[in-house]
T-cell receptor, first 115, second 110 residues
């Protein structure tokens, strides 16, 4: 069974640009969550999608957005990039997020550097 | 902001020794999970303990949960060099998200 796939693995962007990151969850998983990891703030929750609906959103500005497609693949977009957006962006998939099967499986992440 | 704190922030032990790290969380939970991360890579799921469980084992890992104190601990027995990593606890509440602690960096010396 293939794991969670995130693309691209590394990205360098210039301030003011926008970026789109992609995440393909484990087959059969309907929940996809996104996290930002930085040395200063640790792992911060961005948003969670389940069956194409955003169910929860973290405390991030509107420049951060996401969506989920009917095949459960998800994308997140960051517009008007700032230097502080440099981080490791992690995607996690779960079979569900309630009940007993709520383990989250993470991809290898996308390392975004804003210059 | 983070859901909780982990203690200690860093731990250095000799191969073969045990490593214990603690985690506290702030709100009620459905379950608590522990993850390992090697050097800026993705997180690997280690173990999940439900809110109605008090202790769980998986190989060399032992997790305890005390919901009255809103705390959990992870014990790694007979540590190996390959256990060198950062360890995170994450609590899952009713809001669908995982809230992570700040993590404990474990270094196992050969």
């Amino acid at each position: 069974k293939a794991g969670v796939t995130q693309t691209p693995r590394y990205l360098i962007k210039t301030r003011g640009q926008q970026v789109t990151l992609s995440c393909s969850p484990i087959s059969g998983h309907r929940s996809v969550s996104w996290y930002q990891q930085t040395p200063g703030q640790g792992l911060q929750f961005l948003f969670e999608y389940f069956s194409e609906t955003q169910r929860n959103k973290g405390n991030f500005p509107g420049r951060f957005s996401g969506r989920q497609f009917s095949n459960s693949r998800s994308e997140m977009n960051v517009s008007t990039l700032e230097l502080g957006d440099s981080a490791l962006y992690l995607c996690a998939s779960s079979l569900t997020t309630s009940g007993t099967n709520t383990e989250a499986f993470f991809g290898q992440g996308t390392r975004l550097t804003v210059v | 902001s983070q859901q909780g704190e982990e203690d200690p922030q860093a731990l250095s032990i000799q191969e073969g020794e045990n490593a214990t790290m603690n985690c506290s969380y702030k709100t009620s939970i459905n379950n608590l999970q522990w993850y390992r991360q090697n050097s800026g890579r993705g997180l690997v799921h280690l173990i999940l303990i439900r809110s109605n469980e008090r202790e769980k084992h998986s190989g060399r890992l032992r997790v305890t949960l005390d919901t009255s104190k809103k705390s959990s601990s992870l014990l790694i027995t007979a540590s190996r060099a390959a256990d060198t990593a950062s360890y995170f606890c994450a609590s899952r509440g009713d809001d669908y998200k995982l809230s992570f602690g700040a993590g404990t960096t474990v270094t196992v010396r050969a």
